[in-house]
């Protein structure tokens, strides 16, 4: 997984990252708490329900 310095410089470059196949809730947690743009998933409603629950309570 991307450690978050390199996620930032990613952003710092103005280029997006995104994750694939990524299918474990607590990695989808760390990712978007380390600003990816993306995540690919064969779970996506649980995915979207957990990204709503992250940016809902910080």
Do not use: Q
């Not at 952003?11 to 997006?16: S, V, Y």
């Not at 994750?19 to 979207?48: K, Y």
Request: aromatic share 6%; net charge negative; proline share 5%.
């Amino acid at each position: 997984m991307a450690e978050p310095g390199i996620i930032e410089g990613f952003h710092k470059a103005g280029m997006t990252m995104r994750a694939w196949t990524v299918d474990d809730p607590a990695t989808w947690v760390t990712l978007i708490n380390s600003g990816v743009h993306g995540i690919i998933t064969n779970l996506p409603v649980e995915a979207l329900e957990t990204r709503t629950l992250v940016k809902t309570t910080g």
